[in-house]
């Protein structure tokens, strides 16, 4: 398959002043990017995943034209991004979850009649495209709106739409689901899977939370200091980091440490007990195992969150 | 609350103000450079005025060039040309984040009155002696060498900027009534610039009109600071007069403010923010 | 865009109108209330000093129009919305420009054309083609000079982003300037509008040709009409300036 998206050897290097005294400057660099290739063919779905600051933003800056690397070569569907920031534009839709790129004050639909022109997106094209964005995004309610006064999660599906109605062929999303309750993150997740199924837009996810990549992507690609350390599926993510998922059990009353194969239990509180156990392995016969020998109230499975997952993948050396 | 507890609360609810805005310091400097660009500017209008009229409104070349420093010193301490804390308050109202501001065992109007007294005191600092002493490097101005004035100087500025606070809490309090107070700010500020001093010096006001303009509470802001400055209104009694006349509108204008902010409160309950 | 949401809100547009109008109207209060004590300002009559005022006030009020929500841009830097305008394909600036387009500023531009009139139609000038033709010519020209330091004063903001105010010394402290006689100010100051940041352009020169007045430092009559191509010289640099600031804000990052 075609790579759409193509990077060898990017480097991102800035020039770091920090006051040290009245008038002392201390000039040190930071390789937020240091020397990252990889390849994302077109209609791939991948999530691209880190801790903070360890260069995620960075990357996206520089395949959307906002940064220019400072070493190596990006291509975004053979457009250099740096040098012809305003032709890729047209190819390539951005949604930034901590900012809309929407108008504070205006209605949502004047927002996208705005895109409409920037984009000069043909009317037919326009109005099939906003159609069905705001079908499957549920914004026919919404559209008269003023942006201000809508919910954290209606404008992110408001800024999805927005991101997707000059057909781009990549679609990168930063962090798209920070800050919504779960039926906004089910519905967000949903729409991004139909599209993607539908249209083949390739995307390029970063997050925090690990159930985006579950959900959205066969692929996932982990970023710490600069590096990529992991690029494959997201099982094997899980192995190489042989990280561990969490059954919170909350029982009748408290007891000494349930014992039970396959987990092990790492905190104990009154009533509460928290069970640690492989994460490739399934939860339910732990879960059978538990109910059968204990009088239980309730349990919940917490998924392993990114930075688990890699202070393990570099504690066991997979990094 | 204890008397004790209280004043520490509201020092520590100043202190915060002044930090807050002595984070800014290249703003700061770009203030300062612009006050006084405008301070040559206006000091040379001044300089072609006073050489056609001398003694005009009873001040000489000097205390008309030093009326222009040390007003261009108080603006951004005393929000005439804007800022100020309002705006910030009216945006609080408007998303009911007030309602939490109103329940917290605090007084609102001394909270506010406290955090922008800080920032004022920030920026006469900063804002203030700079464009001040650029002035008086350039320019012969009549400052006094005695510290007895620059005391009452100070007492008088600060009345002052207790009267500005007043007025402009009343404007921040309309917010509770009207959805769009940008109008309302507007005009307030107009009305500032006319009649505190910052367009001209106020006895320069012709006749009547100026006598009025010169009984109203803004004049407390700029006018009579200067005026206490450089001795006008004759010696200590004419100081004091002076100072009595801020203290009135300061007293009056912030009963006028606890009795609006009252009504704001019966309408917050009444309509549950 | 900003036009429609801001006409949308009729009765408060009018009022921000009418204060943009008045706030720039007091200025010239000031003025007057000036002259209820002398006949002349360094030698110019009120009708005078009003033609000053006017082409200054619609000059700045024009570019202020156009673009005067550059200011925003070290605010855009921190809060990150000027990547937002660098994934769309349409050119920053024109973004930066365009966003929050405020048509409440033609106040100012009004205000400011208004007293031109009444300047124009109470000097003691003998209207000439050439004369009648400089006026419009002057006010265009003034707007593209304050363009200009807008522009430059937008590319500082890469800089020092919080630093947007000092543009306002040029801006808004070159305008209230030029309200005034150049007789007024000292030699040097005079002499660093002309040849140093050109304001003295904006309506000085032409305006000095216009009431039958030497130009200064022995400048010859014909500078008067060079306002255009000044206002084209500082435009270059401003806008050099400007991707200067945009390559470096790309390359450095925030």
Known sequence: MEALIRLDGVEKVFDVRKRTGLLRRERRQVRAVDGISFEVPRGEMVGY????????????????????PSGGRVRVAGIDPARERTRLAHRIGVV?????????????????????RMY???????????ERCVELLELEKLLDVPVRQLSLGQRMRGDIAAALLHDPEVLYLDEPTIGLDVVSKAKVRAFLRDMNAESGTTVLLTTHDLQDIEQLCERVM???????????????????GGSERTLVVDLERGLPPLDVPGARVVKVEGPRQWLAFPAESSAAPLVAAVAAKYPLLDLSVREPDIEDVIARMYAGGGG | MAGGDAVRLYAAVAAGGFRRYATYGTATAAGVFTNTVFGFIVAYTYIALWDERPHLGGYDQAQALTFVWISQSLLAAGALIG??????????IRTGDIAVDLYRPADLQLWWLAADLGRAAFQLLARGVPPTI?????????????PLRWVLFLV??????????????????????LLDGSGVNMMSLLVSMFCSGVLLPLNVFPGAFGEVVRMLPWSSMLQVPIDVLLGEGSGAGGAGAALAFQAAWAVLLLAAGRVLQAAATRKVVVQGG | MWVRSTLAYRASFALALVGSALTSALDFVGIYIMFTHIDALGGFSLPEVALLYGTAGAALGLADLLLGNTDRVGARIRDGSLDTMLVRPVPVFAQVAADRFALRRLGRVLQGAAVTAWGAAHVDVAWTADKVLLLPLTVLAGTAIFAAVFLAGAAFQFVAGDAAEVQ?????GGATMLQYPPSVFGREMVRGVVFVVPLAFVNWLPALYLLGRPQPFGLPWWTAFLSPFVALLVLAPAAVAWRAGLRSYRSTGS
Not at chain 1, 56 to 66: A, D, E, F, N, V
Not at chain 1, 120 to 130: D, E, F, G, S, V
Not at chain 1, 222 to 240: E, F, K, N, Q, T
Not at chain 2, 134 to 146: I, S
Request: charged share 15%; proline share 4%; with cysteine.
């Open chain 2, 83 to 92: 800022g100020g804390f309002q705006e910030e308050m009216q945006e609080r």
């Open chain 2, 134 to 146: 650029a002035g008086a490097l350039w320019f012969d101005l009549a400052l006094p060498a005695d």
């Open chain 3, 168 to 172: 306002n010394s040029f801006t808004y």
């Open chain 1, 49 to 68: 995943i880190g801790p903070n600051g360890a260069g995620k933003s960075t990357t996206i800056k520089m395949l959307t034209g906002i940064l220019t």
């Open chain 2, 156 to 177: 008088s500025v600060w009345l002052g900027l207790v009267v500005g606070f007043a007025l402009r809490y009343l404007v921040g309090l309309c917010a509770f009534w």
């Open chain 1, 120 to 130: 000069r997106i043909p009317q037919a094209r326009y109005a099939a495209n906003l």
């Open chain 1, 96 to 116: 930034f979850g901590q900012r809309t790129t929407l108008w504070w004050d205006l209605p949502l639909k004047d927002s996208y009649a705005l895109m409409r």
């Open chain 1, 222 to 240: 982990v970023i710490d200091h600069g590096r990529l350390v992991y690029d494959g599926p997201l099982s094997g993510l899980h192995s190489a």
